[in-house]
């Protein structure tokens, strides 16, 4: 009797002490910051946001339309202005680091990022009559923040989520994540209000972002109908180095909006 007591006490105090560290811990588990980099292919701006330095990068070929772009966790965007470079050669592009990304100051939390995206995109709408939005991963939360309260021509999302929140409770199921996850990035709510143009695209084999919870931010953008693809064999990470994903990128930013 005594024995299984002391069980059930260890079993407690394991439980709350893994829970406390999930708690402590969970901006090592949402955010992998990226360092510094420079390139000589784009310009470097920088936004002050009370007191925060906001880096972006801006690639300008005389366009009269602009892309902005919401990388994803660990992504340093500096290194995918290349590729978009050749893929959205129509398009002017800026590329927002997130708080602690890539030469922005401070740390990241929810808010904030949707308050530096709105900035960014007030920005750029000084200078276009014309703005698209494209999210990747993480990234995907902060494209819909803008995509649901701005006027946008077309929108873009790569392995996009419902919910951080969805996701961590599937990954800790034994924890009440909802009562101490501090940024929820609560997509699936916003996407009714989405009515932009859009392409959603899905890792077959994503393990991070696992299908459902992409398809269930599909059945919730419900005042237009996105144009799905999903790349078989891919996986989270490799989806950008399939022919499918330019393809269907180039495709959807050439052709004119609706």
Same mark, same amino acid.
Do not use: C
């Given at each position: 009797?005594?024995?299984?007591?002391? @069980?059930?006490?260890?079993?407690?105090?394991?439980? =709350?002490?893994?829970?406390? $560290?999930?708690?402590?811990?969970?901006?090592?588990?949402?955010?992998?910051? &990226?360092?510094?980099?420079?390139?000589?292919?784009?310009?470097?701006? @920088?936004?002050?946001?009370?007191?925060?330095?906001?880096?972006?990068?801006?690639? &300008?070929?005389?366009? +009269?339309?602009?892309?902005? !772009? =919401?990388?994803?966790?660990?992504? *340093?965007?500096?290194?995918?202005?290349?590729? =978009?470079? /050749?893929?959205?050669?129509?398009?002017?592009?800026?590329?927002? *680091?997130?708080?602690?990304?890539?030469? #922005?100051?401070?740390?990241?939390?929810?808010?904030?990022? !949707?308050? +530096?995206?709105?900035?960014? !995109?007030?920005?750029?709408?000084?200078?276009?009559?014309?703005?698209?939005?494209?999210?990747?991963?993480?990234?995907?939360?902060?494209?819909?923040?803008?995509?649901?309260?701005?006027?946008? %021509?077309?929108?873009?999302?790569?392995?996009?989520?419902? #919910?951080?929140?969805?996701?961590?409770?599937?990954?800790?199921?034994? =924890?009440?994540?909802?009562?101490?996850?501090?940024?929820?990035?609560?997509?699936?709510?916003?996407?009714?209000?989405?009515?932009?143009? &859009?392409?959603?695209?899905?890792? %077959?084999?994503?393990?991070?972002?696992?299908?459902? /919870? #992409?398809?269930?931010?599909?059945?919730?953008?419900?005042?237009?109908?996105?144009?799905?693809?999903?790349?078989?064999?891919?996986? /989270?990470?490799?989806?950008?180095?399939?022919?499918?994903?330019?393809? $269907?990128? +180039?495709?959807?930013?050439?052709?004119?909006? *609706?």
């Amino acid at each position: 009797m005594i024995t299984l007591r002391f @069980f059930m006490i260890a079993v407690t105090v394991a439980y =709350f002490a893994a829970g406390l $560290a999930l708690y402590l811990f969970q901006d090592r588990f949402l955010y992998f910051q &990226t360092p510094e980099v420079e390139r000589d292919d784009a310009e470097a701006l @920088f936004l002050d946001r009370d007191g925060i330095r906001i880096k972006v990068w801006k690639v &300008t070929s005389g366009n +009269d339309k602009a892309i902005i !772009y =919401f990388g994803g966790n660990a992504e *340093n965007v500096a290194n995918s202005i290349p590729n =978009f470079k /050749h893929a959205l050669a129509g398009y002017d592009l800026y590329l927002m *680091n997130y708080r602690g990304f890539g030469g #922005s100051g401070g740390k990241p939390r929810e808010k904030d990022l !949707y308050g +530096d995206a709105q900035a960014v !995109y007030e920005l750029v709408d000084q200078d276009y009559d014309n703005i698209s939005v494209i999210g990747r991963s993480l990234g995907s939360g902060v494209a819909t923040y803008i995509a649901a309260n701005e006027e946008i %021509e077309k929108l873009a999302l790569i392995t996009p989520y419902d #919910s951080i929140q969805r996701i961590a409770q599937k990954k800790f199921p034994v =924890f009440p994540v909802a009562l101490f996850l501090k940024d929820k990035y609560d997509s699936v709510s916003r996407a009714p209000q989405i009515s932009a143009e &859009t392409l959603i695209m899905i890792a %077959e084999n994503d393990g991070v972002i696992t299908r459902d /919870h #992409s398809e269930r931010l599909v059945s919730a953008v419900t005042m237009i109908d996105p144009k799905v693809i999903t790349v078989k064999d891919a996986s /989270h990470l490799s989806l950008s180095n399939t022919p499918e994903f330019w393809s $269907a990128v +180039d495709g959807f930013f050439r052709m004119p909006a *609706n």
